[in-house]
Each structure stands twice: as structure tokens, then as C-alpha cells.
């Protein structure tokens, strides 16, 4: 990383679309201080992973990683490893994983670029080539770290060791978001919008609150500048991001009125030049009518909710701490069938949870049933550290986890197949994805948010990006298929 040669990095991101958009912000700040981006291990001088830790098999993936390529450090190469395990493990990374010089977790980004430069004002001052360099840790919990986030000086770090340890381990109680005009994002035409970070439910299985601290919001007038810019630069649809969405808090806003989630999600759908809005995830506490009313109101809205339920058996929910009964969960859900527009529902599920007994899992197969969503996304329930689950005795074999998870992915294929048949012969309005060259079909996505593959009349070569108008022929339990209809609003030239 030193000389005239550019810097570069290689970063990989596990899990959630949070994680996916922290990144796109990482990066854009990484370009910022002068890197490069490239796509394998072996071309990058600073090699970083952006981890999860939802489940152990997440956080299992990045220490297999770290292992597989630490005899590349004998090359000089550096290693980062960035949210929620840096957050969990914090310093234990360093002794699990010594070759690693960095360890942030995701409240701290907005001091990364301080910790690049102390990563590189060591590796050119403090060591020669081959001596191993010096320094340990720049945290929140060392005098080495400003209050304000902008002191993390090289001169007052410690020097105890042979090896650079940087961290950034801001506690749960930071009021900060990560804010940065550089997010370096994937997709031309698509894109996410953190509105609010962290989480204060503490649901009984889940490390979020302790990986990403509090719940702290945006204001709404910088989300929606941000709306505003994005739709400038061409992007048409728009993703609202947090753990709970509707949690949204509006800090006070020089006295302006402060805009409730319901009205921030209508307020994005109003900007100009976006046709689609999405939101992810909402909790079913705080999930209240005036969000079904504002996709009622305002077309740009999806007709998507996603609502996660967790189980079906209120027992279950009390000892997960999820804050509502099956009962509540179901007013939430007629409130969305109610709706004039047909939204899709989608959701969560665990299974196995201490004490969870066939009955309980039985009620969780009926609440399938009686919901009728249009997709379930299944967990086996995992023990994570510093939850207040792990205390719990009554274990479930892994065993019988596993079972529990195939009945219920099988019960809910099952179920998808009516649901996505009604669709058949319908016309729907598609963003196309991308193309399919070996099936001769284009990828859409429809305002419900299922894959819709289709093909178009000869000479027809819809856009990425674009949207097109689709006659549904026929259905999967995981997908449509429709043609495009002629006026569907290609362009007529094939695609570069
Ligand atoms: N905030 C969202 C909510 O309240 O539903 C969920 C966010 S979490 C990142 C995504 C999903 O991971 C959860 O809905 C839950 O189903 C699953 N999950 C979280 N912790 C888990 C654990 N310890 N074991 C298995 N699945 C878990
Ligand atoms: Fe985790 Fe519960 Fe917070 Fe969702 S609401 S992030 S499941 S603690």
C-alpha cells in the first residue's frame, strides 16, 4: 500500500441488505481516500469483510475465510473484518484471527476514513519491509478515542506488540448514523436508503441490538434529499432500510413538523421521477394502519409488506419478547387485506426455539394457512451470544429443527402454488432485471415483488433498468411467466 502505486482493496459482504448497502457506503468511502476496488483477494493490498452474525453459520463463514487466506499476509496483505462479528467478537478477533490489523464495527464506519489513515501511516512510518509492525487498538473504550469520532491518533496508541490492531468498536449507545455523500452504489436503477439504524426490541434470540446499537433515525429531510438526488442521477426505485422501518423516529428538525414513517414512505413515493418504493423490515408492534393507507394513496408505493412473525403460537412470541399475540399479528394482516390494492405479504419465521412443542409448531403451520402469504423466509432457530435465549434450558435438537424447517418449507411451497396461480392472465407492469440468454427470457420484478420471466416478440429487446407491461401465462410456487405485451415499451435495438 505505500509507494506511487494505488492502494487497493477487496471487500466481501455476508448477509442482510443492510449489510449489502453499509457496503456500498464502505466502498465509497474507501474510493474516497484513494483506493481501488478489485474483484479477488490476490490484486488487493487491504482485504475486508463485512460479516454477520445472525446466525452461527454466518459468523462460522468469515472465520473460514480469514483462515483460508492468512498465508497471504506473509505478501504484505492487510485484513479488515467489519460489522456485526467485529462488533460481537470486538479484540477476540485479533487473538482467534492474529493476521487481522482492523476491526470495526458498523457504528464506527464514520470514522473509517481516520482508521485507513493510521492503517497506512503505520505501515509506512512504523515498519520497515519485513520487521512487523507496532500498534494495538484505537476504540471507544481506549483514551486514544475522541468522543466527538474524528481523534483516533496513531501518536497516543500503545505500543505493546508486533502486530497493527485498529478498532472501532463504538459502543450501543452512539447517536450517530453512518451519513456519507460517497455510497458507491451496485445498481444503476435500484437503490437503498438506510432510514433508521440499530434496534431497541431485543427480541430474546437476536444479537442486532447488541451489533448495532441503539435505534437512532435520520432526519426525514435528509433521507428525502437523498431520494431527491438519487432520482436525479436516473434511479426509479427505491428501498427504505432498518431492522424496524417502522420504529421511525424523526429527530427534531430545526423545528420543522416532524414526518411519522407513514408519511416519510409517502413523502418518497411523491418524489419525482420514482416509480417504486419498497420498505424493509417492519415490526408487527409498531406496524399501523396509516402505512396501509399510504400505499393505498400513493401509487408508487409497492404492493409489498414484509412482516415478520417469528411464530405462529403466542407462547412462543411471549418467550421471544416479540411484543404482540398471534391475535395482534392478525389485525395487522387483515388491516393489509382490507387494502384496495392486492399487497402482497411476506415473512419470517423461526423454528425450534427453547420450548417450542409440536402444538407451538403446529400453530406456526396454521398461521401459514390462515395468512396466506406470498413467501416465507425459515430459520432454524441459532443460540447467539449475549442473548437473553442462551439462558434458556429447554434446547431443541438440531435434529428435530431440521425437521420442523422441511415440513414447513414444504407446507408453504405448497400454499404458493394458488397464490402465485391467481396471477395467470393478468397484466402486470414489470422493472426488468436482467436477461436470461440460455431460456430466451427477460427477468421482471413486479410491483408485488415476485420474479416474473418473460419472453419478448421477436426484434424486442427490453432494457435493464426499464419497465415493461407482462401478461402472466403461467405460474411456479417461486415464480410467474408471461410475454411481454407489444406495447410493453422496449426499445427496438438489441442490447450492448
Ligand atoms: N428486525 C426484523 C424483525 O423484527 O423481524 C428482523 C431482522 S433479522 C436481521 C432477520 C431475521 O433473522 C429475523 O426476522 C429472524 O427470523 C432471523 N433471526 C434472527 N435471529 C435469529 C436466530 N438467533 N436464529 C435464527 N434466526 C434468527
Ligand atoms: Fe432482532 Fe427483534 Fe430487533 Fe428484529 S426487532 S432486529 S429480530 S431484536
Redesign the pocket.
Known amino acids: 500500500m505505500s509507494g506511487d502505486r494505488q492502494k487497493t482493496f477487496y471487500l466481501e459482504t455476508f448477509g ?1 441488505q443492510m449489510n449489502v448497502h453499509d457496503s456500498e457506503k464502505v466502498v465509497g468511502t474507501l474510493l474516497q481516500e484513494g483506493y481501488r476496488q478489485v474483484e479477488t483477494v490476490e490484486q488487493a493490498d487491504l482485504i475486508l469483510y463485512n460479516t454477520c452474525s ?2 452461527d453459520k454466518a459468523e462460522q463463514k468469515v472465520f473460514h475465510r480469514l483462515a483460508d487466506y492468512k498465508k497471504l499476509q506473509a505478501q504484505g496483505k492487510k485484513f479488515g473484518v467489519l460489522g456485526c462479528v467485529a462488533q460481537q467478537e470486538g479484540e477476540k478477533i485479533f487473538e482467534r484471527a492474529p493476521h487481522v490489523s482492523l476491526v470495526c464495527g458498523s457504528a464506527s464506519y464514520r470514522n473509517l476514513p481516520q482508521m485507513l489513515a493510521q492503517l497506512e501511516s503505520i505501515q509506512t512510518d512504523g515498519a520497515q519491509a519485513g520487521e512487523p509492525a507496532i500498534f494495538e487498538t484505537a476504540s471507544s473504550r481506549s483514551p486514544a478515542f475522541s468522543p466527538a469520532g474524528r481523534g483516533i491518533s496513531p501518536t497516543t496508541l500503545p505500543r505493546t506488540g508486533s502486530l497493527i490492531r485498529i478498532t472501532g468498536l463504538d459502543d450501543r449507545q452512539t447517536d450517530a448514523c453512518f451519513e456519507t455523500e460517497f455510497t458507491a452504489r451496485t445498481n444503476p436503477h435500484r437503490g437503498y436508503i438506510t432510514i433508521i439504524e440499530g ?1 431497541d ?1 431485543f ?1 430474546a ?2 444479537v ?1 441490538p447488541y451489533t448495532r446499537g441503539k435505534e437512532r433515525s435520520r432526519t426525514s429531510d435528509s433521507v428525502l434529499a437523498e431520494a431527491r438526488q438519487m432520482a436525479d442521477l436516473g434511479y426509479t426505485d427505491i428501498q427504505l432500510l432498518g ?2 422501518v417502522n420504529s421511525y423516529n424523526d429527530p427534531t428538525n430545526g423545528g420543522r413538523k416532524k414526518r411519522s414513517f407513514a408519511e416519510l414512505l409517502a413523502a418518497v413515493g411523491e418524489v419525482s421521477g420514482i416509480k417504486r418504493v419498497r420498505f424493509t ?1 417492519s ?1 408487527p408492534r409498531d406496524f399501523g394502519r396509516d402505512i396501509v393507507e399510504a400505499i393505498d394513496a400513493v401509487p408508487t408505493l409497492c404492493d409489498h409488506v414484509h412482516l ?1 412473525v ?1 411464530s405462529g403460537s403466542t407462547r412462543m412470541l411471549d418467550a421471544m419478547q416479540r411484543l404482540y399475540t398471534r391475535q395482534q399479528y392478525l389485525e395487522r394482516i387483515a388491516w393489509i387485506k382490507a387494502a384496495k390494492r392486492d399487497i402482497a405479504i411476506t415473512t ?3 423454528v425450534g426455539f427453547p420450548g417450542e412443542t409440536e402444538s407451538d409448531f403446529s400453530e406456526t403451520l396454521s398461521l401459514l394457512e390462515e395468512v396466506g402469504y406470498d413467501g416465507v ?1 425459515s ?4 443460540p ?1 451470544p449475549n442473548t437473553p435465549a442462551l439462558s434458556l434450558h429447554d434446547a431443541i435438537p438440531d435434529q428435530q429443527k431440521a425437521r420442523r424447517l422441511e415440513v414447513l418449507m414444504a407446507k408453504q411451497r405448497e400454499l404458493q402454488i394458488p397464490r402465485n396461480r391467481k396471477y395467470v392472465g393478468s397484466i402486470v407492469e414489470v422493472m426488468v432485471e436482467g436477461q436470461n440468454p440460455a431460456r430466451g427470457q427477460w427477468i421482471g420484478r413486479t410491483s408485488q415483488n415476485k420474479t416474473l420471466n418473460f419472453t419478448a416478440a421477436a426484434g424486442k429487446f427490453p432494457q435493464t433498468g426499464s419497465y415493461v407491461t407482462v401478461i402472466v401465462t403461467a405460474s411456479f410456487p417461486n415464480s410467474l411467466v408471461g410475454e411481454m405485451l407489444q406495447d410493453g415499451g422496449c426499445t427496438k435495438t438489441a442490447p450492448m
Open positions: 442482510c445472525i446466525r434496534c426490541k427480541c434470540y437476536c442486532v431492522q424496524n423490515t415490526h415478520p417469528q419470517d419465521v423461526i423466509f430459520f432454524k432457530y441459532s447467539r
